[in-house]
């Protein structure tokens, strides 16, 4: 069988398009590691963030994703009824059948004639949703799109993965370039087969392959994505004023940019684990969602997602006049991330319903 | 009997090789070898292997890996002794040869970790102790080094900090093995901060799990003079067991097993410890190898831990030991361990071991253990 070889792998739609409008949204309740690690280590032992993003008793994908919504509709101020895909990328769907993404619709006012739909692919079912609105809205099918990454991420009391399984996530809304705040230059995709963390349906709590997730799934998948879109865009690291990369801790992210040669200034201003966790399917698009709030017109910006199973979405952004006008039209996501309330681990044991009465 | 030499040794990088299978890993270190020999007659084969049953599914290795490695036909075995495997698998191929009913050997030592992860592996490993009275009751290997380095300290008066040698030593020599799994140095007061494992084990003093295999060729000593410039000498080979269980043993800071091998390697050697150049001794806890040192003669019982803070177990000191980096810093592939000993003692002896080469290397021992000691193999060489 012969193998269809794209001329260099890269992703450009028929039609130029960026992102009109974006928003993020983080809960306000944070949790220490340093209480997990009191109850599970006795205090001794490292942690990989300084805490987390909890949600509260009334908040799920679905209210998150509406909150981040809502703020990109804020900043794109755009009808509605223009829209014509509403996507959302998760792997904590409320409803196992039963799509988040017509609620979302519905709540932003952008049904019925809508494409809906939900994204499944580890942490990077968020970019997987944009890669399919770049396609929508620039094959010309859609004026608009909307695509979210939002997670409550479920980490399993007493594993490595509690201390940084967090919620959050950011919409993008895509549309023509002419609208952009920032043009979508050219995008990248590569996936393998690498089962490295994984939740079996009915299963309450993700598996995961320890080491295993490191050198042959985070860092060859990014590497990969990121090189392969860099080569075919003709760029360098230095070519580009802000980077982010998929951020399941602080470790692997500044590892995986200073080996791609990308200095820790760059990645400084989206690099929130250390802050909010690994917020799963929304952790490289509210990467980029707190870029966007402090980047200054002409900017390029490099996102690469990465996804357990496994895959990689990498993107070549370039900030247009239009972010200065819409950047204040709505909270910005440090704004989210110093809305804070600590939490203790018994609290934390309520709100993620860990006790189990019956 | 023959006299026995060495003839060819190969090995792979110790490491993570999550795609690298069994046969590849074991093809890899033999082909090596049998290039080092300029041979490929070779009449058997035996395997060093502990987990492949459990981890990788696959038993029956002697078949699986002559097969793949072109030797179709050849006899061909596993040899388990738990984490002795390698050295035990090594002994086979002594007796084989110097029985006469073998002319030429190949050992290959193999070990996969990484086809499970985390606590599959640790159980796995743990299968080495004795099932009814030490696994059923949560024993694991990192568990028995702590009841031996707890007792040791509480009989001898020392502390943590005194092991420390022992691992910045290994990791010093591992960062100039190209080969090794870890070559960062380790500072001395890192040491005691490492994260605890099993107290009072912490990460800096237990050995890596990894990946790798190992393989040596052996035939008798007047072929081998005909056939490789620099053949390597067998010239004691001795394994001796103990108590699988620590509890059935009067004094649990005591290798006997290791004790006997020595003392009978050493006797049919004809050599003193004076005359031993390098030890590679099994090094999978800091606490063996202070013990070890003990046991083969280089040190009182309770002072085996003063050679590491004197600097004697350095590669220009009294008695160097772990001179590529040990199991702490080259890494402990299990099975393989043993293999991977005596291709690093061959290498110093031919005065191939690079950076890690100790000055004026003659006479070489190697000892492979076995969980707490229960097995004990040990070699010494000569060039």
């Known amino acids: ?52 993003s909890v949600p509260g008793l009334d908040e799920d994908v679905v209210t998150m994703s509406v909150e981040a919504a809502r703020n990109a509709m804020a900043r794109a101020q755009i009808n509605p009824q223009e829209i014509r895909a509403v996507w959302v990328g998760s792997e904590s769907h409320p409803y196992a059948v039963k799509p988040t993404s017509t609620i979302v619709a519905e709540a932003i006012g952008a049904v019925p004639n809508t ?18 609105a770049i ?55 590569f996936v393998t087969d690498t089962p490295d963390f994984w939740r079996r349906a009915h299963a309450e709590y993700p598996s995961h392959g320890d080491r295993f997730t490191g050198e042959p799934a985070y860092f060859k998948h990014i590497m990969a994505a990121a090189e392969s879109l860099m080569k075919a865009m003709e760029r360098k690291p230095e070519d ?81 006049e239009r972010l200065a006008e819409v950047r204040d039209r709505a909270p910005t996501t440090e704004d989210y991330i110093a809305r804070r309330t600590e939490i203790d681990y018994a609290t934390y044991t309520r709100y993620r319903h860990k006790l189990k009465l019956s | 009997m023959n006299d026995v030499s060495i003839i060819g040794i190969g090995k792979t990088d110790v490491s993570e090789h999550w795609e690298t299978s069994l046969r590849h890993l074991s093809w890899y270190a033999i082909e090596a070898a049998l290039d080092d020999a300029a041979t490929t007659q070779v009449d058997a084969l035996y395997v060093g292997n502990m987990l492949a049953g459990r981890l990788s599914q696959q038993d ?26 390698g050295g035990a698998a090594m002994r086979q191929a002594v007796l084989a040869v110097k029985s006469g009913l073998v002319e030429t050997a190949l050992v290959v030592g193999v070990e996969k970790v990484t086809d499970e992860t985390g606590s599959t592996v640790t159980e796995a490993a743990a299968t080495g102790l004795d099932a009814d009275y030490e696994m059923a009751h949560g024993l ?5 080094a702590a009841l031996m380095m707890r007792r040791y300290m509480f009989e001898y008066g020392v502390t943590l900090a005194d092991f420390a040698g022992f691992s910045v030593n290994a990791h010093r020599n591992g960062a100039d093995n190209p080969l090794a799994m870890f070559r960062n140095r380790l500072k001395a007061e890192r040491f005691t901060a490492g994260p605890a ?58 290798l006997a097993a290791a004790a006997r091998s020595t003392a009978a390697a050493m006797a049919q050697a004809g050599v003193s410890h004076e005359e031993i150049d390098l030890f590679e001794l099994h090094d999978s806890y800091t606490i063996m190898a202070a013990l070890s040192l003990e046991a083969a003669g280089f040190a009182a019982p309770g002072e085996g831990w003063q050679l590491a803070r004197d600097g004697a177990i350095e590669r220009e000191g009294q008695i160097p030991i772990s001179t590529c980096g040990g199991l702490k810093a080259r890494g402990n592939p299990l099975g393989a361990t043993g293999v991977y000993q005596i291709v690093e003692v061959a290498q110093q002896l031919r005065g191939q071991a690079g950076d890690c080469q100790v000055p004026d290397a003659k006479i070489g021992m190697a000892q492979n253990l076995a969980t707490t000691g229960a097995t004990a193999v040990t070699h010494v060489l000569a060039c």
């Not at chain 1, 130029?16 to 001794?44: C, D, F, H, Q």
């Open chain 1, 1 to 52: 069988m012969e193998t269809y070889q794209p001329e260099n792998g890269l992703l450009q739609p028929h039609y130029p398009v960026g992102i009109t409008g974006y928003g993020a949204y983080v809960p306000r309740y944070r949790l220490p590691a340093s209480e997990i690690n009191r109850m599970w280590k006795g205090g001794k032992g490292g942690t990989p963030v300084q805490e987390k």
């Open chain 1, 115 to 132: 494409q809906a739909a939900d994204w499944e692919f580890a942490c990077k079912a968020g970019t997987e949703a944009l890669q399919a």
């Open chain 1, 135 to 189: 396609g929508f809205v620039g094959s010309g099918m859609a004026r608009y799109a909307l695509s979210i990454g939002m997670d409550t991420a479920q980490g399993r009391p007493g594993d490595a993965l509690e201390y940084t399984a967090a919620a959050g996530g950011a919409a993008l809304l895509i549309g023509r370039a002419e609208t952009a705040l920032a043009v979508i230059e050219g995008s990248y995709s």
């Open chain 1, 240 to 320: 580009y004023a802000w980077a982010v990369f998929h951020q399941p801790n602080v470790k692997f992210p500044s590892r995986v940019a200073k080996r791609l040669g990308f200095t820790p200034e760059q990645i400084a201003p989206g690099l929130l684990s250390g802050r909010i966790g690994n917020t799963y399917a929304g952790s490289a698009v509210i990467g980029l969602t707190a870029i966007l709030d402090v980047a200054e017109p002409g900017d390029r910006i490099l996102v690469v997602s990465y996804g357990s199973g496994a895959g990689s979405d990498a993107f070549d952004l370039r900030v247009t």
């Open chain 2, 60 to 85: 029956h290795l002697g078949a699986l890996v002559a097969d793949f490695a072109g030797l179709r036909g050849i006899e061909a075995v596993t040899v388990e002794a738990a984490d002795a495997s």
């Open chain 2, 140 to 144: 694991t290997l990192a568990g028995a």
């Open chain 2, 197 to 254: 494992v099993a107290e009072p084990v912490s990460l800096f003093d237990m050995a890596p799990l990894g990946d790798g295999a190992a393989a040596v060729v052996v035939t008798g000593s007047e072929r081998a003079k005909d056939m490789v410039p620099q053949p390597i000498r067998v010239l004691g080979s001795a394994l001796s067991t103990d108590t699988i269980g620590l509890h059935d043993r009067q004094n649990v800071l005591w």
